[in-house]
């Protein structure tokens, strides 16, 4: 109820702050759980994804200092998020999401970078897929990357990619990981390419 009411109060928030964004090759998205995954570029992008895949809903990673304050708490928990400690992930920084998903109400959110600062690739995502059995749907942003330049109405685009599985028998070693990595970042290069061959992410924080 929560997740439905706020799903649709932002939607109208930023359609009057930024005007209709743009949902490219919707048809990608496959009709049971899945993880989206795309490069972090800016803290609202997670919130176009989620809205660009309506009405599926997801669930997500947040920092567990997060869950401190009781308010923030109540509306993540509300939101379907889950606690996550950065420094020290611990085995629930995997086991949890697999089990969400694989209950199949759910989908996914996760940014293999982890951070909008970092380009680098990690393995959670794959790790994830494999062992809930769901694809990977390679996803990118483009659009407006501060609040500020929310009020510009420069467009806001997502695109989807095709869904990529993961073979049960792929083996997770360095090389098996570096090759599903490479895979991950030809596929966000396309879509990037796709929505505007001459896109260069800046990440605005460093300026």
């Given amino acids: 109820m929560v997740y439905s009411f706020l799903r649709v109060l932002i939607r109208v928030l930023l359609y009057i702050i930024n005007g209709r964004p743009h949902y490219l090759n919707r048809k990608n998205l496959p009709k049971g759980s899945y993880i989206l995954v795309g490069p972090h570029r800016t803290w609202f992008d997670p919130i176009y994804y989620a809205l660009a895949a309506s009405p599926k809903k997801f669930s997500f990673m947040a920092k567990e200092e997060l869950f401190k304050n009781p308010i923030i708490r109540w509306i993540l928990v509300h939101c379907y998020a889950f606690s996550v400690n950065r420094t020290n992930p611990g085995p629930s920084a995997i086991k ?6 694989r209950q199949g109400k759910l989908s996914m959110i996760i940014f293999p970078s982890g951070s909008r600062h970092t380009q680098h690739l990690k393995g959670g995502a794959v790790v994830i897929a494999k062992m809930a059995n769901v694809p990977l749907i390679p996803t990118v ?39 599903l990595d490479a895979q991950l970042q030809n596929a966000f290069n396309k879509l990037d390419k796709e929505i505007n061959p001459d896109f260069k992410y800046v990440d605005v924080s460093k300026k």
């Fill in 96 to 101: 949890t999401p697999v089990n969400i998903l």
């Fill in 141 to 179: 942003y483009q659009g407006p990357l501060t609040f500020k330049t929310l009020f510009s109405r420069k467009r806001a685009t997502v695109d989807f990619g095709e869904p990529i599985q993961i073979d049960r028998k792929q083996r997770m070693d360095e090389a098996g990981r570096n090759a």
